[in-house]
């Protein structure tokens, strides 16, 4: 905690060895208490900031206060554990759509076997073959016209 007191003047001061005394520059010194520039000499003002009335007083606290710090640090915390969570949940979720993903190539494969066999079962080569065996003669595309007589 930051605490300002009043400023004490000091009776016994050092001389200044910069040249200025009293508040005034060593220029000053052998002119009247009114310089020639219009500054007053005889105050006790020289490069000191005069305080205005009007003017609030700023506070001497910090800008990051510990609580402020510990309420951040415990934020960026939270947010860093639930992206670690959600990083872990995706890498599960990815594992579990590639598992998926080669179930399915394999099933796709089973079906596309399938559905080769099937359709040869079904095929006129095959249907063709069958009829042979069973005895039935093609007749051939000669007889497959069909006259209408009137």
């Keep these: 905690m930051y605490i300002q007191t009043p400023i004490k003047e000091k009776k016994s001061v050092k001389p200044n060895k910069r040249g200025i005394s009293d508040g005034k520059p060593s220029s000053w010194k052998t002119k009247n208490s009114l310089g020639s520039n219009g500054f007053n000499g005889g105050t006790n003002s020289f490069g000191t900031r005069k305080k205005e009335p009007t003017q609030k007083r700023k506070s001497a606290l910090p800008a990051f206060t510990p609580w402020k710090v510990i309420l951040a640090s415990f934020l960026i915390g939270v947010c860093g554990i639930f992206y670690i969570g959600h990083v872990f ?41 069958r009829a042979r065996q069973q005895g039935y003669i093609n007749a051939g595309p000669a007889d497959q016209i069909i006259n209408i007589e009137p």
């Design 89 to 129: 949940s995706t890498q599960q979720a990815l594992q579990e759509v590639r598992q998926l993903e080669v179930e399915f190539n394999k099933v796709q494969r089973q079906y596309n076997a399938t559905r080769l066999e099937y359709d040869r079962l079904i095929g006129p080569k095959e249907i063709y073959q």
